[in-house]
């Protein structure tokens, strides 16, 4: 889809992180987007700004864990903004855990709205995009699922979920009209679910910014793009999709890399700096209730 403007754009996890930047970037591009997360507060926030860049906004409060709920998401974002040209799903939680201290509501939440959320509300959005024979979809993966991630092993199942699902769909949707592209941010400084957690990033991993994944998405939208790395810059992208080659043949030599980056051993810090995960999390649960999405104006 080589022209963004006046489309109609999902985009979930819109209230901060990533999600703002990704929403500055469709406004510039002069989008109609729909944001979706749980806080009505944050997406009023987005909502002002994607205004002052000349977007056009809606906002629906709703918990995408709430997988039952999703057709009448998709219905409402039908009646009050049209139909869907494309689908960002960027909505993603972690929660580092040794493997055996993990929930199974824990499981279920990360596998949930990291992975269910994107291949349900891509299952609800195609038949009306293969029908136009027009659209797209964009994962926002990590590069977490393409190398394990010690002490963050759910999350990385889950983006490598992510990552072999959008690969498949992409098969399936050729000469369909519409696209669909998975982007591998590495660690994204500054904003974000990794800044949350006030632990450093591992030396020689590389940085990227928030705003570096937002032009990711712009970019693989309009060339479709199959598979982005978003890394500090191109030449440690392009050494990062080298490495996680190699790491494909040779696990072992990945986790002794891993390891002599201190990967593990920062994650494990997060352990005890994830107080406000725990928080979110909880959050999540105790508004399962509220399921009726709230909507502001665009
Ligand atoms: N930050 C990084 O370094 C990094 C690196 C690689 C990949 N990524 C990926 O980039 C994406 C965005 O991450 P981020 O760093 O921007 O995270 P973030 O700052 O924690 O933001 C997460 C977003 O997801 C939304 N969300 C979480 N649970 C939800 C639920 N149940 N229903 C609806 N919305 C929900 C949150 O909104 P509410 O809390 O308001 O619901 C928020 O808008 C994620 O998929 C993440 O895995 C991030």
């Given at each position: 889809m080589t022209i963004i403007a006046g489309q109609t754009v999902v985009l979930t996890g819109a209230s901060r992180g990533i999600g703002v930047f990704i929403a500055r970037a469709l406004a510039k591009e002069k989008a109609t987007i729909v944001g979706v997360s749980r806080s009505a507060e944050g997406l009023d926030q987005v909502s002002a700004e994607v205004k002052a860049l000349g977007g056009r906004w809606l906002g629906i409060k709703h918990d995408l864990s709430q997988l039952e709920d999703l057709p009448n998401l998709v219905q409402q974002i039908n009646q009050f903004a049209g139909p869907i040209d494309i689908?960002?799903?960027n909505a993603g939680i972690e929660i580092y855990r040794k493997f055996q201290d993990y929930s199974t509501a824990e499981l279920q939440s990360i596998l949930t709205i990291n992975l269910l959320s994107g291949m349900e509300l891509s299952r609800l959005v195609l038949p009306k995009?293969?029908?136009?024979?027009?659209?797209?979809?964009?994962?926002?993966?990590?590069?977490?699922?393409?190398?394990?991630?010690?002490?963050?092993?759910?999350?990385?199942a889950s983006k490598a979920g992510l990552l072999m699902w959008t690969?498949?769909?992409?098969?399936?949707l050729a000469d369909t009209g519409v696209g669909i592209s998975a982007i591998c941010p590495g660690y994204v400084s500054g904003q974000g679910m990794i800044a949350d957690t006030g632990v450093p990033i591992p030396k020689l991993a590389g940085a990227s910014q928030a705003d570096d994944v937002a032009k990711a998405v712009i970019r693989a939208i309009k060339q479709n793009q199959a598979e982005v790395i978003v890394n500090q810059d191109p030449i440690t992208a392009s050494i990062s999709k080298l490495l996680m080659a190699v790491w494909q043949v040779f696990?072992?030599?990945?986790?002794?890399?891993?390891?002599?980056?201190?990967?593990?051993?920062?994650?494990q810090l997060r352990i005890e700096n994830q107080k406000h995960v725990a928080l979110k999390f909880s959050e999540s649960k105790s508004m399962v209730t509220a399921t009726t999405?709230?909507?502001?104006?665009?």
């Open positions: 689908l960002i799903n995009m293969l029908d136009q024979r027009r659209g797209h979809i964009v994962n926002i993966a990590s590069l977490a699922g393409k190398k394990g991630n010690p002490y963050n092993s759910v999350y990385s690969d498949a769909l992409r098969q399936e696990p072992e030599f990945g986790d002794t890399v891993y390891h002599w980056m201190g990967v593990g051993k920062l994650n999405p709230k909507t502001n104006e665009r």
